[in-house]
């Protein structure tokens, strides 16, 4: 079992920034950020591996950077330039079986075991 606890979240301005933290119990092979907003499906954000390979989503690509803490089993997101369609619940995940995904799976919900309860990002434009 891995469990996630997501912090940094709150609401910001457009063009602001915050970081999103997650504390694992421990790390595992793949490791990554969903997000949720209101009425759609969960999208995956970003994802690193145990060798820090990193995918994004075409939509946060050169604002969004996730990284992690090996020594303090904290994975990271820091976000700039905050847009009003960031706005969503953020969520931590982690796939226990495998390195992440090079290819569109990363983004599935299902390749991932293990999930946060989720920290609140509010984006007012």
């Known amino acids: 079992q891995v469990q996630l606890v997501e912090s940094g979240g709150g609401s910001v301005q457009a063009g602001g920034s915050l970081r999103l933290s997650c504390a694992a119990s421990?790390?595992?092979?793949?490791m990554g950020w969903f997000r949720q907003a209101p009425g759609k499906e969960r999208e995956g954000v970003a994802t690193?591996?145990?060798?820090?390979?990193?995918n994004y989503a075409d939509s946060v690509k050169g604002r969004f950077t996730i990284s992690k803490d090996n020594a303090k089993n904290t994975l990271y997101l820091q976000m700039n330039s905050l847009k009003a369609e960031d706005t969503a619940m953020y969520l931590c995940?982690?796939?226990?079986?495998?390195?992440?995904?090079?290819?569109?799976?990363?983004?599935?919900?299902?390749?991932?075991?293990?999930w946060g309860q989720g920290t609140q990002v509010t984006v007012s434009s």
């Open positions: 421990r790390f595992t092979a793949c």
């Open positions: 995940a982690a796939s226990a079986s495998r390195v992440c995904y090079s290819d569109s799976r990363w983004r599935l919900e299902n390749k991932y075991d293990y």
């Open positions: 690193v591996d145990a060798y820090g390979r990193t």
